[in-house]
C-alpha cells in the first residue's frame, strides 16, 4: 500500500512563508501527479497545485505567483513553497498522489493526513 507523510504546517503572520513537504513511501509502478489540496472549515477540499509527470505545474489563480510546487520523481517527494501568505490561506493542507501501483491494478489516489496552515496576526 501507499502512504503519504506530510511534514510542515503551522501558525504564521500574513505575509510569511513556510514549506510543506510530502514523502510518498510504498510500490509504485507509475505516479501521474502529485499535489496539493487544502481545505477551509465549512469548504470543500480544493487543488490548487500539481506537478504531472513530465515536470508540468499548474497553479490555481488564488496562489499563482505565491506557490510554488516541485518534486523529486528519485525519492517521491513533492514540496510546497509557500510565500506571501493572507488570511484565507488558511486551511488543512493535503498531499495527493495519483498513480497505479502495478499493470493490472486502475490508477488511483492517495492522501496524506493533512497538516493544519493557520494565518492570523
Known amino acids: 500500500q501507499v502512504q503519504l507523510v506530510e511534514s510542515g504546517g503551522g501558525l504564521l503572520q500574513p505575509g510569511g512563508s513556510l514549506s510543506l513537504s510530502c514523502a510518498a513511501s510504498?510500490?509504485?509502478?507509475?505516479?501521474?501527479?502529485m499535489g496539493w489540496y487544502r481545505q477551509a472549515p465549512g469548504k470543500q477540499r480544493d487543488l490548487f497545485a500539481l506537478?504531472?509527470?513530465?515536470?508540468?505545474?499548474t497553479y490555481s489563480i488564488s496562489v499563482k505567483g505565491r506557490f510554488t510546487i516541485s518534486r523529486d520523481n528519485a525519492k517521491n517527494t513533492v514540496s510546497l513553497q509557500m510565500n506571501s501568505l493572507k488570511p484565507e490561506d488558511t486551511a488543512v493542507y493535503y498531499c495527493n498522489l495519483e498513480g497505479r501501483l502495478a499493470s493490472n491494478t486502475p490508477q488511483s489516489d492517495y492522501w496524506g493526513q493533512g497538516t493544519q496552515v493557520t494565518v492570523s496576526s
Open positions: 510504498g510500490r509504485i509502478l507509475m505516479i501521474n501527479a
Open positions: 506537478v504531472t509527470t513530465p515536470d508540468i505545474t
